[in-house]
């Protein structure tokens, strides 16, 4: 079996940006500026990890299919991508309408990094079933 790198970087954007959502929730409680600063920082450190992981993946794929890795791996995987690239997506509107101003009401921004959250935490786990499948 190859060495395989996505499996040793894909835990930093979920660290990070599960990370933010404590940042977030402070902000929501306190309206500090801090907290939505360093929540934007963890947003935006959490998606150069997550480019980062993405390209470990497609490294780690091509492999793996030319060793014979099944079809349930590779319909598993297809569903885990599907998740993990809305919650990219996610977390990057977030990060650039931040980026551009604060956001007017904190409802939003709670729920927005609630939804987040949500779709981080499904990743990881799809992410762990993956291996069950190998």
Not at 35 to 46: E, H, K, M, P, V
Not at 64 to 75: K, P, S, W, Y
Not at 107 to 124: D, K, P
């Amino acid at each position: 079996m190859p060495f395989l790198w996505h499996p040793l970087v894909v835990h930093f954007p979920v660290a990070l940006w599960l990370t933010s959502v404590l940042f977030d929730l402070q902000y929501a409680r306190t309206a500090e500026r801090f907290y939505s600063s360093a929540s934007r920082w963890l947003i935006g450190l959490g998606l150069l990890a997550a480019a980062v992981s993405i390209v470990a993946g497609f490294m780690d794929y091509r492999p793996l299919v030319a060793q014979g890795v099944g079809q349930a791996f590779i319909d598993q995987h297809r569903v885990h991508s599907l998740v993990a690239y809305a919650t990219t997506l996610l977390y990057t509107v977030m990060f650039v309408v931040r980026w551009r101003g604060p956001v007017t009401s904190r409802g939003v921004y709670l729920a927005m990094t609630l939804v987040a959250a949500g779709l981080i935490a499904a990743t990881g786990y799809l992410g762990g079933e993956i291996r069950r499948v190998m």
